[in-house]
DNA sequence: GAGGTAATTGCAACTTCTTGCACAAATGAC
DNA sequence: GTCATTTGTGCAAGAAGTTGCAATTACCTC
């Protein structure tokens, strides 16, 4: 059973009702690899079923959110995007200055969640986090602490 | 000296104008308790000055969010929320299932930063964090549940 | 204080995402 | 397959937040 077929089974399971809308966006989530956003989502379904509007997109993913088979992220871009949470579990550092993005292994943040649980009673979801910061080119105390102090406002 | 009187005189020193409709901002960000929205502050400039609109709002929040001034967080709500770093570093848990929300002090994510900082090179912002999850009462082991089967178990 | 200049504002249009509602269609029982 | 139930969809309107632009104004120099 592929992937997406076995996420759908979990959603006739829990008595949702498997229209082709929501198969084609979970065939596409699926073959994707990850951070897609609503837009995206819609062009692609709509070449194949041209009628379908963005709102059932975003229901979809709505859905699909609650039940925790994808994550929404805000990633700094213009939108919000959409990835599996099945796909490996990770997290982004994202730099606010130039925008650089890396990939941050679960293993760093996975202690809090022990800590969270036993300080707070609080189980932590922990499935898909964008941290923001300085990258170490940005950093003021950077590597290449060359160039300083030429900023100006309004740049992009 | 008070406080929004200070951010204002670093607002001037990085060359952006004093306006009033700043100044009115800022002075409502201090005297409140916290977690506004733009559109409350909004509304409580048009109380002292009528047509200032809701568009300069959402610039002089994103111009003192990209200075940490402020920070902008989704906490679940209907609405993202603003508030001052300034009055003690601390983050969110927030349960998923009953919305309850739970102060997290900021000492059990701020060993993150030194790893981030050591593995990564990233300085991470870590300014005010909602994590959301499930809280002791909406957790299908919870408290109740376990005091039933007479169990108490810590999890790690 | 007046004048020059560039930042800032108000407005309107726009983007992203949500929601109310009438109609369509997935599902289960027969 | 048909029927009844009840969920899901498309559409249009709405809410939250952004942006282009012309007019205003803060601030610097005199
Ligand atoms: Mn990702
Ligand atoms: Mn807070
Ligand atoms: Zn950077
Ligand atoms: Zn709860």
Same mark, same amino acid.
């Given at each position: ?16 009702? $498997? ?57 700094? #871009? ?14 982004? $550092?994202? @730099?606010?200055? @130039? ?9 760093? $943040? ?15 979801? $922990? ?7 300085? @990258? ?18 309004? #740049?992009?």
């Amino acid at each position: 059973m592929t992937g997406h077929a076995t996420i759908a089974e979990s959603l006739r399971e829990e008595g949702y009702r $498997l229209t082709p809308q929501r198969m084609m966006i979970l065939a596409i989530i699926y073959d994707s690899e990850g951070h897609l956003s609503a837009e995206e989502i819609h062009q692609r379904v709509r070449q194949q079923y041209p009628f379908v509007d963005i709102s059932t997109v975003y229901r979809t993913l709505n859905l699909l959110k609650k039940l925790r088979f994808i994550t929404e992220t805000d990633l700094g #871009d213009e939108c919000v995007r959409y990835e599996l949470v099945d796909k490996g579990r990770h997290h982004h $550092l994202i @730099c606010r200055q @130039c925008g650089a993005s890396f990939a941050l292994e679960h293993e760093l $943040l996975a202690p809090l969640a022990p800590r969270l649980l036993e300080k707070y009673g609080f189980a932590a979801d $922990l499935d898909h986090f964008a941290i923001f910061g300085l @990258c170490q080119q940005c950093r003021p105390e950077g590597p290449a602490l060359a160039a300083k102090k030429g900023q100006q406002h309004g #740049d992009a």
